[in-house]
């Protein structure tokens, strides 16, 4: 079992930046890939990004690309989500997500076992 707890969401203006965390629990840790997805209320989650076990590669999904990093610490358990010039279509609940398919560019929700609760970030214009 994996918890994964995020933290770091928040509200800000269009062309800011906001800096999520997610630490996991357990000792297995670096054995997971670890994602990002986000929700809006109506619609399916959506894949973010992407990190393998070993910091690479990353993926990254076209609507994020060039704004948002992902990268992880595996010694504090955590992974992380610099999102830079942040646009209103980013409002949404980010989760955090752990799996261990066998892929290096996992994108998938059915890649992943565990989630988070999720941490609200809002952009306002």
């Known amino acids: 079992q994996v918890q994964l707890v995020e933290s770091g969401g928040g509200s800000v203006q269009a062309g800011g930046s906001l800096r999520l965390s997610c630490a996991a629990s357990g000792r297995t840790f670096s054995a997971y890939n670890m994602a990002w997805f986000r929700q809006t209320p109506g619609k399916e989650r959506e894949f973010v990004s992407s990190?393998?076990?070993?910091?690479?590669?990353?993926t990254y999904a076209d609507s994020v690309k060039g704004r948002f990093t992902i990268s992880r610490a595996n010694a504090k358990n955590t992974v992380y989500l610099q999102m830079n010039s942040l646009k209103p279509e980013d409002t949404a609940v980010y989760y955090c997500a752990a799996g261990r398919v066998f892929s290096s560019r996992p994108t998938l929700i059915r890649d992943f076992d565990f989630w988070g609760q999720g941490t609200q970030v809002t952009v306002s214009s």
């Open positions: 990190i393998s076990i070993n910091g690479a590669p990353t």
